[in-house]
């Protein structure tokens, strides 16, 4: 059965520090893979999505990227993180066009 | 441009009541829409998925129907329990394989 992991669970960053962080997936092979926002009192928004390895699309200007490295991982960095960039962050993989989301990191900027 | 509304926004019932949450978008031309559960600080889990071609899905106690033409859905809970309380969001895909999200509606079970 397929898995979908992501770490860390809670992050507490300054502002202006860098991020970096990464969901893998396990039991399928060449994915779609998305990253999420949800900030508080707001719905979900999508900020990337990937067919393959190397191939990114952003969906929101923002001083976030995307790369991925391997067919199964995906990692959503910033080189200095803003104020609003606090959420919680959801990775998610579909085949077939259903998604499956992972646990999420609450990220917080102080 | 989709937009997805959900209301209510939020929705207190006593235990083994029978309940609707509703799911509408503006744009009718979708592929599929996906129904999920998220519980306080956790990630989304699918519940239904619905094809553009369906008009409902079910799932133990859970019915989902689609109205495409009108561009609604509703989630229907059968006998509902305290551990269905969690928010309830709906996401349409508009055939591109990207999710627009409702605001979500809070459901609350009261023992």
């Known amino acids: 059965s397929q898995t979908i992991h992501q770490w860390p669970a809670t992050l507490v960053q300054p502002v202006g520090s860098p991020l970096s962080l990464e969901c893998t997936v396990e039991?399928?092979?060449?994915?779609?893979l998305y990253w999420y926002r949800q900030a508080a009192g707001r719905g979900l928004q999508l900020l990337f999505y990937?067919?393959?390895?190397?191939?990114i699309s952003s969906e929101v200007p923002q001083n976030l990227s995307a790369s991925r490295p391997q067919d199964r991982q995906f990692i959503l960095s910033s080189k200095k993180l803003l104020l609003s960039d606090s959420g919680f962050y959801l990775c998610?993989?579909?085949?077939?066009?259903?998604?499956?989301f992972g646990p999420g990191t609450r990220l917080t900027v102080t | 441009k989709q937009e997805v509304t959900q209301i209510p926004a939020a929705l207190s019932v006593p235990e083994g009541e029978n309940l609707v949450l509703n799911c509408s978008f503006t744009?009718?031309?979708?592929?599929?829409l996906q129904w999920f559960r998220q519980d306080p600080g956790k990630g989304l889990t699918s519940l239904l998925l619905?094809?553009?071609?369906?008009r409902e899905q079910t799932s133990g106690r859970l019915n989902a129907s689609l109205d495409k033409s009108s561009g609604r859905s509703t989630l229907y809970i059968a006998a509902s329990q305290p551990g269905d309380s969690a928010t309830y969001l709906c996401?349409?895909?508009?055939?591109?394989?990207?999710?627009?999200f409702g605001t979500g509606t809070l459901l609350a079970v009261q023992p």
């Open positions: 996401a349409v895909n508009g055939a591109t394989n990207k999710l627009i």
């Open positions: 619905i094809q553009s071609s369906q």
């Open positions: 990937s067919v393959g390895i190397g191939q």
């Open positions: 039991g399928t092979s060449n994915p779609n």
């Open positions: 998610a993989w579909s085949m077939a066009y259903e998604q499956y």
């Open positions: 744009d009718s031309a979708i592929y599929n």
